[in-house]
T-cell receptor
């Protein structure tokens, strides 16, 4: 199957700083990528849909000024958590959509800890 | 509002048992349904994808069924092994943008 990578896999930052997470589709072009957040022992919640060359579409309740999403190319989307706070600590997972069959391929996730 | 529910939340079985995980969804107008495996602190591994027009999919010891009319899917694991221990997530795709996840079933297979 298709491969999606995320970097970094784990990051610890201080409150008030910004953190950028990269999501790359390694062997296919993804016109659309998705960002999810997973709280401990909870399921994945879709945060936003990232479309190449256009603005991201955010789910209700997700602050677009806090979670900046950029999809600069067909293989790269970035999520920047701005002015991070401890409550932003979570597991962030991206996926890239395969329009054929609508299958999504998931990255390995990024564990963010804000101290 | 689309909701995806998985039961049980946790399951512990001895090695070698066959088991069934359940997933139910409220809106039957789905594009597809996927079963994933998630190991602690890790990302998702896709196990099986069932298109809305299909009734089941099989891969090795895994068999997933889909009944759209009743809003249900099951994941059957045959001859379970300790290596099968993980959290299993069911996800339903309603359109290209909306992928709804269940809260998962945490499986423990005891040697």
């Amino acid at each position: 199957g298709a491969v999606v990578s995320q970097h970094p896999s784990r990051v610890i930052c201080k409150s008030g700083t910004s953190v950028k997470i990269e999501c790359r589709s390694l062997d296919f072009q993804a016109t659309t990528m998705f960002w999810y957040r997973q709280f401990p022992k909870k399921s994945l919640m879709l945060m936003a849909t990232s479309n190449e060359g256009s603005k991201a579409t955010y789910e209700q309740g997700v602050e677009k000024d806090k979670f900046l999403i950029n999809h600069a190319s067909l293989t790269l989307s970035t999520l920047t958590v701005t002015s991070a706070h401890p409550e932003d600590s979570s597991f962030y997972i991206c996926s890239a959509g395969d329009r054929v069959g609508y299958e999504q391929y998931f990255g390995p996730g990024t564990r963010l800890t804000v101290t | 509002k689309q909701e995806v529910t998985q039961i049980p939340a946790a399951l512990s079985v001895p090695e070698g048992e066959n088991l069934v995980l359940n997933c139910s969804f409220t809106d039957s107008a789905i594009y597809n349904l996927q079963w994933f495996r998630q190991d602690p602190g890790k990302g998702l591994t896709s196990l099986l994808l069932i298109q809305s027009s299909q009734r089941e999919q099989t891969s090795g010891r895994l068999n997933a069924s889909l009944d759209k009319s009743s809003g249900r899917s099951t994941l059957y694991i045959a001859a379970s092994q300790p290596g099968d221990s993980a959290t299993y997530l069911c996800a339903v795709l309603y359109n290209f943008n909306k992928f709804y996840f269940g809260s998962g079933t945490k499986l423990n297979v005891k040697p």
